[in-house]
């Protein structure tokens, strides 16, 4: 959205919560100064402890998540509207469509299948008419992923070295806390599929996020959430691989960014997410017990006398580490993928910074400081319900770069086979 009469720049929408201040926190330490920004939420008061909090001088705006003109004005009053505030199939659905409606260019943290779908069933061809940009996911979940696949078809193509194939993102490394946001969202979206069983069609196809399902290859389910031997994807990899709790959102999203470029990345392109779990000899077990243990939290989200007990246990919306932690906190996914012309690539994004809370925060930041000032660097776009790949693309990486991200990709070798 270019549109300089509009009031602000930037409306940070759950200013008070515990990203959403982190967010704040960055823009208020990196945007360039004449960047008008606004924080909002439901709470004056804690939106006024926020801004004295940061020593900024920015306006309040107040409006509830459920007041649908309220937001519709918000939405008029800013170019881009920055928001925290999940789980956002209960509290984003308005204001995403606000959004798409004037105009307004949008990002969030979703790592939400079902909202996403709905997001870009209700907004999609809205917001093409009206030009604004719709980027859900530009978090954890899910910039590392779609931009780690972007570099690397980028290298690719630059070398002339045909389309990507089997392609695998190994989580090599990584050290942070679960986030209460998104445990409430799995709660929620458990919720919404025992009340519709239909909708665990949605989020169990591999496609479910597709402009158009019935054009995708059929690939199958591409390993979502089986163990797999280091060195099936990587002669450099040891051990067993689990699958990485986050896949099976991360793998949509980056499949939809290949099907909005009209497949670029191939029609052969083959997509999955794993974890490492050490190279030792037990590691078939731990991956097993990674494996084990994500389907038994979701069960045990799924029926009433667990879900009283992991209620209590697990952290709740709004908490989240201390400074320490955050700081301390990391990650390194590492990409591996064939090309059609037999040749082996890699990609690399790796930050500091606990992964849900610290690095995030640069992440969305930084997507809303590429929509306001990179305009002429961003990907060409008509607008609509975008990834942040499509969305955003090389304006992101060079942001994130500036901000201390690796995000690299290179040739590996002649293949092997595969």
Known sequence: ???????????????????????AQHL????????RIALAGRDEAKLAGVKARLGVDWPVVVADAADGPAL?????????VLTTVGPYAKYGRVLAHACAAAGTDYVDLTGEVLFARQSIDENHELARKTGARIVHSCGFDSIPSDLGVHVLHAQVQADGAGELTATTMVVTSMRGGLSGGTVDSMRHQIDLMKNDPSLRRVAASPYSLSPDRAAEPDHGRQGDSVTVPGPEVDPALRGTLAPFFMASYNTRVVRRSNALRDWQYGRGFRYREL????????SPVFATAA???FGVLALGLMLPPTRFVLDRLLPKPGQGPDERSRREGHFTFDFFATTTTGVRYSARVRAKGDPGY??????????????????????PSEGGVLTPATALGDALVARLRAAGFEITAGKRSAATGG
């Open 72 to 80: 519709d004005r918000l939405a008029a009053s800013t170019r881009v």
């Open 358 to 379: 610290a690095a995030t925060a640069v992440m969305l930041g930084e997507s809303a400081l590429a929509l306001v000032l990179d305009r002429d660097a961003l990907p």
């Open 275 to 282: 974890m490492s779990v050490g190279g030792s000899p037990l």
């Open 28 to 35: 208020a330490e990196h945007a360039p100064p004449d960047t």
């Open 1 to 23: 959205m270019t549109d300089r009469l509009r009031e602000h720049d930037i409306v940070v929408y759950g200013a008070s919560g515990f990203v959403g201040v982190l967010v």
């Open 291 to 293: 494996k084990v243990g």
